[in-house]
């Protein structure tokens, strides 16, 4: 295990972000996927909006969820976003480790077989637990606390967009940013890499979406990347977005804490 | 195999499923391009390993060891002194028509001396038992983390198999490679360098980077500055390199020196090479040594350089460039396996008893117009393995066996290898490119 190439740093941030967008998709799809069985296909309108996914309606649910979940040609399809995880993970094998990149692989083998519309939640479910198994083995494995730091920052950034799309509470999106903000501090130097600029952008998403708080949480870590004095975000606990800054957002929709209520299964 | 020498190899077979679940899980495939295709496909496995027992595999180390100090010894020579052309052991037109020979590195001796650090032998057993070497593979000989991560997956899926024989752990072949690679270093960390995810062995590179502890570099992530060799990290820190293990082609490696439309090359590479700044693993020219014509003379190399008389026998092979050999070859190329010397890889093989009539006349023409781009040999027939084919019955495979012998201050073997078998009954073809699969190679220790 060598220095960190920019090949290297980009290839680990966009591995956190692509798992965590399988990850956090398929939980999305799960409750989605549920609301469908009382309610048929509507239900992933919302959810096709949310991830700027184009909705068919003249589509069954079941090529509906084929072409969400398993259209390997659809850049937003869940199989992509495998694939280009999987694409990363291959290439960091020297940084990460054979026992640790083989869940990336797992999780790919098990959504290939995921495709048999009776067994599909409970396959997908291995893929949840394969993807949850990864990032625990990075956590507790031998990479350099550096090469963690990278993946995080690609995981929690990934985290922060699609929390927002989802419209979950401004609680859960503080916390990931204050994971973020640690991840942050762990790269040496996050002025040599597009950190900032990319902070920069999900900042204004995130404001556009009616999180302002965590929106400027997120805009200071963007100076602190590009060098700027270190501005520590509020500490945990601490109410930096207010519920009603959800109003904001200009997604139509239902409110964010009852689209993630609605997400996780519950609320109804 | 020897069967006495086995207990108990059932548990391999009857778990096949598991071993070939752990190998897909831990990525272990090749790639290949079909129709300018790029696709990766997982390599095939035998559970049923080749075995050679103790006393064998010592037998054949020393030959192996012999081969490879021989042809160290030609490289130094053929880019110094050419004293084996001058002694007219070789004939000169050997060496200057070999598209291995890279006249830009002449008289550049490489860091301590070493050409062939990693040798890939490839071999058959005869019917009667005897080794033969079909071929020097110096370049950049593939495989061996095949049978290293597969022998990891089967002592953890069938421990008792291992229990029951002594099988000698192949698990040093990291320690091996990074004791070759730290006897060369001029000074600074070790890099694999990759041309990328695109490449057949793409697994590889990032497996031996992951074990040696080097660092896997694609080209560029590499620089050349005043004739020194560097790693660049994110920041812009470069890190000095003090070798290169290169899994890209000599033509490649450098587009100032060599092939000018190369861009998986690393520019003023070899510049920094010849100042004696960084040692390239496997040196650059070594071609010339594992031309299948060369091959011929690898015998008379190891009486030439080290008075000693050769353990290994090559396959009897002929020189259509020769008069008498020519003459041999047209007469009986019906009977003949010849090879193209500029191809690799199971291609340019041709089986003279596979042709009609008219594809034997014209391979017969082709070889009278160009003598030095073939060689012939005699058909050896090798021993098949026991094997089971997909559905776990019993069978029996043609395979030969890629030894790997390694030179740092030593030239050691490796007590392990990759047996390559044929995917048909009766085939001899057995690379992983024409559908091939691959076995452990156990070597007992008693």
Same mark, same amino acid.
């Not at chain 2, 096949?16 to 899980?25: C, G, H, K, T, V």
């Given at each position: ?10 290839? +680990? ?12 998709? +398929?939980?999305?799809?799960?409750? *989605?996927?549920? !609301? ?24 069954? *649910? ?15 399809? /869940? ?44 396959? !997908? ?36 967009? +699609? ?19 640690? !991840? ?15 902070? *920069? ?29 270190? /501005? ?8 930096? /977005? ?15 804490? !009852? ?10 | ?13 009857? =778990? ?65 002194? &050419?004293?084996?052309?001058?002694? =007219? ?79 000698? #752990?192949?698990?040093?072949?990291? #320690? ?61 820190? &470069?890190?000095?390199? $003090? ?49 299948? $014509? ?71 023409? &082709? ?16 021993? #098949? ?16 066996? =890629? ?33 091939? $699969?691959? &076995? ?7």
């Amino acid at each position: 295990m060598g220095p960190i190439t920019l090949t290297s740093a980009d290839q +680990l941030y966009w591995l956190g972000r692509y798992t965590e967008r399988v990850y956090t998709t +398929l939980r999305r799809f799960f409750s *989605t996927y549920d !609301q469908g069985i009382d309610h048929g296909p509507e239900d992933f309108r919302s959810f096709c909006r949310e991830l700027d996914i184009p909705f068919d309606p003249e589509l069954s *649910t079941d090529d509906l969820i084929r072409g969400i979940l398993y259209d390997r040609d659809r850049p937003w399809s /869940v199989c992509s976003s495998m694939r280009a995880a999987f694409g990363n993970a291959m290439m960091l094998r020297s940084e990460l480790g054979t026992p640790t990149t083989a869940y990336v692989e797992l999780a790919l083998i098990r959504l290939k077989e995921s495709k048999e519309p009776d067994t599909r939640l409970l396959r !997908q479910r291995s893929v949840h637990d394969d993807l949850l198994a990864f990032w625990g083995s990075i956590e507790d494995g031998t990479a350099l606390p550096e090469v963690k730091a990278l993946l995080f920052t690609g995981k929690y950034i990934e985290r922060l967009d +699609l929390y927002a799309r989802f419209g979950a509470p401004s609680e859960r999106l503080d916390l990931a940013a204050e994971k973020l903000a640690r !991840q942050i501090e762990a790269i040496a130097h996050p002025e040599c890499l597009p950190v900032s600029s990319t902070l *920069t952008w999900l900042a204004e998403a995130l404001s556009g979406r009616g999180y302002a708080a965590v929106g400027e949480k997120v805009a200071a870590l963007a100076a602190q990347a590009d060098g700027a004095a270190p /501005v520590r975000p509020a500490g945990p606990g601490v109410p930096v /977005v207010q519920a009603s800054s959800a109003g904001r957002r200009p997604v139509e929709g239902p409110a964010p804490q !009852q689209r993630l209520a609605r997400a996780e299964g519950r609320g109804r | 195999m020897p069967d006495t020498l086995l207990h108990g190899l059932q548990p391999l077979i009857e =778990r096949r499923q598991s071993i070939n679940e752990d190998l897909a899980r831990d990525g272990v495939r090749f790639g290949i391009y079909k129709n300018g295709q790029f696709h990766e496909q997982i390599f095939p496995y035998d559970p049923v390993p080749r075995v050679i027992g103790a006393d064998e595999f010592d037998l054949l180390a020393r030959g192996l060891a012999q081969r490879v100090r021989a042809l160290n010894a030609f490289l130094r020579d053929i880019y110094s002194d &050419k004293q084996i052309v001058r002694d =007219r052991v070789i004939p000169e037109d050997f060496i200057y028509s070999s598209s291995g020979y890279l006249p830009q590195i002449n008289e550049v001796m490489p860091p301590a001396g070493v050409y062939a650090h990693i040798a890939g032998e490839d071999l058959v057993q005869a019917e009667d038992g005897t080794w033969v070497v079909l071929e020097d593979n110096l370049r950049i000989p593939s495989g061996a983390s095949y049978p290293l991560i597969a022998r990891g997956i089967t002592r953890r899926i069938a421990p008792e198999v291992y229990a029951a024989n002594h099988v000698r #752990d192949n698990r040093d072949y990291p #320690d091996l490679l990074s004791e070759a690679m730290d006897f060369c270093s001029c000074g600074g960390i070790p890099v694999i360098l990759t041309p990328g995810r695109y490449n057949a062995a793409f697994f590889e590179h990032s497996y031996l980077a992951e074990l040696t502890g080097a660092a896997l570099a694609q080209p560029s992530d590499l620089v050349v500055d005043d004739n020194q060799l560097f790693f660049v990290d994110y920041a812009g820190e &470069k890190h000095k390199v $003090g070798v290169v293990y290169r899994r890209i082609s000599d033509e490649y490696l450098d587009p100032f020196c060599f092939n000018p439309d190369s861009v998986i090359g690393v520019p003023n590479l070899i510049s920094a090479y010849r100042a004696g700044n960084v040692a390239i693993v496997n040196a650059p020219g070594n071609g010339v040594a594992d031309d299948k $014509g060369i091959y011929y003379f690898v015998p008379a190399m190891v009486s030439y350089y080290l008075g000693e008389q050769p353990l290994l026998q090559n396959a009897p092979t002929y020189l259509p460039l020769f008069d008498r050999d020519r003459a041999y070859v047209l007469e009986h190329l019906d009977s003949l396996v010849v090879k193209d010397v500029a191809e690799a890889g199971g291609y340019g093989v041709v089986f003279g008893d596979t042709l009609t009539r008219d594809q034997l006349a014209d391979l017969r023409d &082709k070889i009278k117009a160009e003598p030095r781009r073939f060689i012939a040999q005699e058909v050896v027939r090798f021993r #098949d393995l026991p094997s089971v084919d997909a559905a776990g019955n019993p069978c029996r495979r043609m395979a030969d066996l =890629r030894a790997f012998v390694l030179t740092g201050e030593d030239t050691r073997v490796w007590a392990s290898g990759l047996t390559r078998y044929a995917n048909e009954p009766g085939s001899m073809v057995v690379n992983s490119s024409q559908g091939g $699969g691959f &076995k452990d190679t156990w070597v007992l220790s008693r």
